[in-house]
């Protein structure tokens, strides 16, 4: 599939999403000058999320509006005013649209509900990414679906079952480019909470490409998924950790965004393919293998032994596999001490 003029699939290196999210900390300066660092710093796209805090939830301090979990990065905050903070402003969408695409970086968004559908399509976006919120949001996959752009979905706290109705969902309206991303909703995820061996198993059970949407902190998991065939990788990005902002405390700066660039390219550049023998680069290296040598000077005629024929390096000689066999035989002229053993330097049978 592609995206715009940029191929994703085992055969390219796996596609870098940095999510800006509520990072820009209302600010619309310092949101482009996230645009600046992710592109500068190897991003294949940004990603926004398109919403209202009235879009999203209403403005109530009923049971469930507000967040009660005391381990939250946002214990305390009623939904609204979280919501309030975090949005991108609708009107910054298009500047930061138009900055990405000067350093030839894609950028789309996350839609939340059919207006801010409406609102992107609007910008022509080139694709869209439905949050794993979202996930059992089947009319707006619908809508986002039959807008025929590719679709990206995460698959955080899904079933089997509501992933297959997910896809099935956008299939039927019109997705024909999907990418499903293995996510663990919770800010920052854990190593051992990603389970990410799921990843071949989704690209089998769904037939589509996958990828990852990692919360984890570091490059480490998100290298992993690489070699189990993650094609896209979505992680947040900040400038700065130390600046603050609703999701800062599990993002990446923009130098840990370069390792991540280059280890997740390492890694699918080592899958390769089912190989065995040199390959091409190895072939000089065949000279450093062990190989038999006569270890004295020879006359004709002499007895082969463990003391004058020995397997050493360099790889010039016959394999030492040959050992057992030529001991005892009798060599046909006379040989120096450092000549590789031959079969043509051996006594012939009568």
Known sequence: MKI?????????????????????????ERALAIVDAAAAHGADAIKLQTYTADTMTLNVRMPGFVIDDPKSLWAGRQLY???????????????????AASHGVHCFSTPFDFSSVDFLESLDVPAYKIASFENTDLPLIRRVAATGKPLIMSTGMAT??????AVRA?????????????????????????NISTIPHMRTLFGCEVGLSDHTLGCGVSVTATALGATV?????????????????????????LQLREETERAWLALGQVSYGPTQAEMKSLAFRRSLYIAADLKSGDVLTRENLRCVRPGFGLAPKHLDTLLGLRVSQDVKSGTPMKWELLVRSP
């Not at 005013?81 to 900055?99: C, F, G, V």
Request: hydrophobic share 35%; aromatic share 8%.
């Open 160 to 165: 089997a079952g509501e992933i297959d109705e």
């Open 4 to 28: 715009l003029d940029r191929e994703i699939g085992p055969g390219h290196r796996p596609y870098l999403i940095a999510e800006m999210s509520g990072n820009h900390n209302r600010s619309l």
């Open 81 to 99: 005013e979280l919501y309030e903070d975090a949005h991108t402003p609708w009107a910054w969408h298009a500047p930061i649209m138009e900055r």
């Open 170 to 194: 956008a299939r039927d309206a019109g997705c024909q480019d999907l990418v499903l991303l293995k996510c663990t909703s919770t800010y920052p995820a854990t190593a051992d909470n990603t």
């Open 233 to 257: 990788i979505e992680k947040h990005f900040t400038l700065r950790r130390a600046d603050g902002g609703v999701d800062s405390s599990f993002s990446m700066e923009p130098h840990e965004f």
